[in-house]
Structure formats: C-alpha cells, structure tokens
C-alpha cells in the first residue's frame, strides 16, 4: 500500500537581489548538466555564492569581487544582460523578474512545497505525482502492485540517520556554508575533524571486522544529489537538495518520510571502544554552536589538550595584505585547529627512506645504505615516498590494549627536512634529461621547509657526458639561487652517516616540542616556520603531505603554464614564478601580446619583471625567446 507523504513547513527564504542573473545561471547550470559537461558544477558554486550576496548588482563585472565568479562568468552574464537590454529596452528592471518572463514558462503542476523556493519562483517545479504518471504511461509493462511499490520508492525522501556518518557531514558543510568568511567548500580532512563530534561512529577507522567507516556515507549523500564532489584533493560541498535537507535537519522538523532512514546496526561488543573514545577527546573544539553530546566534559579535554592554546592558535596570514586590498575588509588572523597533538613523549622520530633506494642497482650497491644504517643503530622505516628520498616523520606511539583484533594506524607529522640524494652520474643524467630542475620545483611545492641536496661523489668525473665545470656549476646554482642547502660527501659511508646525524640531532631538536598538525589547505594560509627554541612546531601530517606531492596527479593549468616555462633554457622556478604572478594562464599572456602594436613590443614585454630575492629583471634575451615560441605562427627555426 502506498503511504501518505506528509510535507512539514520551511521557513521562506529571503529574496535574492539579483533574481535575473540567478535564473541565468540557473538555466546555464541546467543545459549544462543536460550534455553531462562539468562546468554544470561551477555554476552551482557561483549560485550558491549568490543567493548569500545581500546587494543588487548592476552588471556582471560588479560580480567579479564574489568567489567562484571568474572571468569567464562575468563576461556572459554582460551579454545576457546587453542582450536583454536590446530586447526590453535600456530601462528595464533587472532586480526584479517581469511577469512576462514567467507567463513565457510552460505551465506544469507544482506541489505546495514549490510556493516556497524564494529565489526561483520562476523556474516550474514537476510534482512527484507527474512523474509517477508519466511513468507510469511509459512503463505498461509491470502489475499494478510493482508499479505502486515504484510509486511509494519514488516518494520517500532520503533521511540519514542521526549522528551517522551522513548526518554529520551535512550538518557541517551547512554549518560551514553559512560562515560569511567560509571558502564554499571543505577538504575531506577538514570535513571529517569538524563533522566528527557530531557522528558516533569513527569518520577515518573501521569498526573490528569491518572494512567501512562512517565516512562511507559520504559516496551515498553524492549519489542523492545532496553533495557535489570536485577537484583533486577532493573538495565537498552541498547542493540546493543538501542544503534544504541540512535546514531540516539542524530545526528537527517532522513531517520527514523516514522509511529510508539507515537501520541500527546490531548491538556488538566493540574491542576498541576505548581507544575511540580517547580519540575523540583528543579531538579540538568545533566553531560555532556544535557541541560534543556524547562527552560533556569534551570542552573541558580540548582545553586541556591544546594547553596554552586554548581552542586554537591564532596565527598571522601570509598574503594578509593582499587579501586587504583585493577585499577591502579588516583581515582576521587565522585560527588554527589542529586535528590533532602530540605532547612531549608522545612521539618518536623517525627516519623514513624512499623504497627506490633500497631495491635495484649493480651487486646490492643500495644495499649497502641500509646496511650501513642498521650498523649506525638508526631505526628507518622504508616505504614509497613522492618527492625526496629521505624525510624524517613523527609517529604517535601507541599501547596496545589486550584483546585488541588489530592494532591501530599510528598517525604522522612530517618534519621539514627533506633529503634529495644525488650521485654524481645520476646528477649528469638527470640534467640531461631534464629531471633535475623539476625535482627542484616539485620539492619547493612539496610544503617542507628545508630541503637539502646531498651529492656524493662517485668514480671519475671527467669520464661523463657533461664537463666537470658544468657540474659544479650546477651545484652552485643550486645552492645560491634555488636556496637549496647543499652537501657532499665522499660516498655512501659518509651519506649513512650525515643520515644518522641529522636523525639523532631533530631527536634532540624536537624532544621537548608538542606537535600540532595542519592540512596542505591550512598551510597555505599562514607562515608555520617557528624557530628553534620555540615550545611547540605545526606540521603537516603524512598523509597530506605524500598525497600532495604525487607526480601524476591533476594539475591546473598554472601547474602546466609552469612546467612548460621551465622548459625554456635560462627560465629557473623563480623566474617562471615571477611571469605567473602576472600572467597566470597562457591565455592571459597570449592576450597580452596580441594588444601589442609591433613585433619589438612583443619581444620586450616581459623584459622588465622582476625576478628573485634581488629583484633582478628578467632581461631582453629571455623576454625575445618567450615571445618567439607562443607568437611564431608554424615551426621555430
């Protein structure tokens, strides 16, 4: 038998000032989605950003200042706009929706709840009953009973269950849009430390016999609609479905078809429900209103876990002038939440190698860097790394509880020491071929702070493809102008042992430090390098920081504009750096040199930007050959 479907009240929501562009983007999002294309998901994110601007706006260049409004949008949105000039006339209103447009719309049954959708009151909505019938009509061929149970499927409304994985991701990315100074979106590590508090279940392990976690639910909430996926690392954000769901959910409205709500798992006896719980407390306060139900002494662990920090540190922005400038907003210092800290004694250091290191090579020769380093007492921990070949990490130590199934991941924070080990025959190759200066520019990304280049003497020099002076001319320029500490050792003894050093000295280094984490996304937003003698250090955990630094992962097109300056002869990292702050795309420099009246024009436009620590200008040469290979129409001569 089909059920009854109750529909509760929502509260209205406040018209937008900017009802035409809406509906623009509204329809562009629709066609769009119709031919499967991804852009459907950047007009969503600018519609979502303005529904929450409260002003009228005159054009779309006045949209510019909104984030996810690029200039690709603003520039459609003033042909639309001149086009609808043309048509109504150089007067005609466009913060508010003429009834000519909406009597132009076809004219289709709406349920009650449609009356409700404040910005798009002219968009027609098709009741769930319409579909059913047009179902119905097209699908003759099963029993009057199947199609009824399709019908009352089709009527229920997806409900997580609460404090479940799903309930809690949709109430923090709610939360989260409703910040005035939140970005529109969360990182999968940012998501799973704020939404943690409000799901009873662990958001990163399984339960004992099970491979899933709550964070499981995520892959539903995408599949319903609730939640768009985007971008590498991933960034979650909620739909307008989501969205209204969220409301629901946060009010506590009844009136919801709960019948899809996720059945109680059976009661089991949890092995590591201690652990869990000590977990949890260790977890920092969420901003805003979202409180811990299941401890009611969670605010009082954090405070005491953070110490001196109270529930967050307050840290100044890098780009803090920038963003004044561009905004015209007071700047806020940023206030840091680490996911999670590691007190003093908590931790051990530990020297990680890169698995390429130790396979391969003539006669066991990397062998014999392993050996050396168990003879030299160093515990080593071998495993794939992205960038560099040896890093030192910190790793939670941990007590096994009796009667545990398995024991726990220990988590990690990377320290800012990163190794570059280099032969001397490896460092000619690598120059040929041109792995050389893209290791330097991936390890300048990477995130760490100080990486090192250890070079190590092998054979004869003058029996390689390159001279010795070009070498050591390198190794300088490596030094000096990439900003890389240098140092050579004889052979792979003397390197064993500079390895064993540096890991007994960050041992001491960081014996009386308490750790904090930070995200990739976190880092970029405040200057994390604290002196030696500081009390604590905020440091970016494993997972990030490997994940981060793949070599085949997705790219953006300033990532390949890069790469592909690079590969100029004389273009260094910071000379590519210095052309992309003021072209960022090749599109840009393209235009930039098509506004220019002659061929010396062209030639000499990039000639006076400024390059490095001196500031120095990047120089006619290099501005001609720029110029010469993105304006030569065929083959370069």
Known sequence: MSASVKYGRKKPLPPSPNPLFLQWLTEWRDKA?????????VYQKAINTLRKYPLPLRNGKEAKILQNFGDGICKMLDEKLAQYYLEHGPDAPIHCLSTSNSTEQPKLKRRSSSKRSGNFSDVPAVSMTDNLEDDQRENVGPCSSKRSKMADKKLREYVPQKRSGGYAVLLTLYQDSKNPHGRGFMTKPELQREAQPLCEKSLTLPDPGCKYTAW??????????????????????????????????????????????????LETVDLTEDEEDADNQRL?????????????SGESSTNTELGAFGSGVSLPMEDSQESQSSTGCEVVPFLHRPEFIFKPGEFNIVLCVDFIETTGGASGRKQELVAELKKNGVYFDIRKLHVGDFLWIAQEKLQY??????????RELVLDYVVERKRMDDLCGSI??????????????????????????????????????????????TQVVDGFFIKRTKDVRESAAYLTIMTRYLQSLYLTKKLLSCTKEEDSKFDRVCSPSADSSILLTFGEFNEGAMKNKAQTVKEVFARQLMQISGISGEKASAILEK???????????????????QEKMLSCIKCGKLQ????????????????????LC
């Open 432 to 477: 040929i071929d041109g792995r050389f200066r893209e290791q330097k520019f991936r390890l300048k990304r990477c995130g760490l702070k100080k990486p090192v280049y250890l070079i190590e003497d092998h054979g004869a020099v003058q029996h390689l493809s390159i001279p010795e002076s070009t070498l050591q001319q390198a190794i300088v320029n």
């Open 216 to 265: 499981s639910s995520v892959s539903t909430l995408v599949q319903k609609g609730l939640v768009i996926k985007t971008n590498n690392p991933a960034r979650y954000s909620l739909t307008e479905k989501g969205v209204e769901l969220a409301m629901k959910l946060e009010k506590g409205e009844e009136g919801l078809d709960t019948a899809v709500v996720a059945r109680v798992p």
């Open 284 to 296: 920092p306060a969420v901003s805003g209103s979202w409180t811990n139900t299941n401890n009611s």
């Open 616 to 635: 120095r200008n990047l120089g006619p040469a290099l501005s001609k050959t720029v110029a010469q290979l993105y304006c030569t129409d065929g083959p």
């Open 583 to 601: 072209y960022s795309t090749p599109a840009s420099l393209l235009k930039a040199y098509n506004e220019c009246t002659t061929l010396t024009d």
């Open 33 to 41: 989605a119709e031919k499967g294309k991804r852009t459907q998901f």
């Open 401 to 410: 509880i009796p009667g545990q199934l398995r024991a726990p991941q220990p």
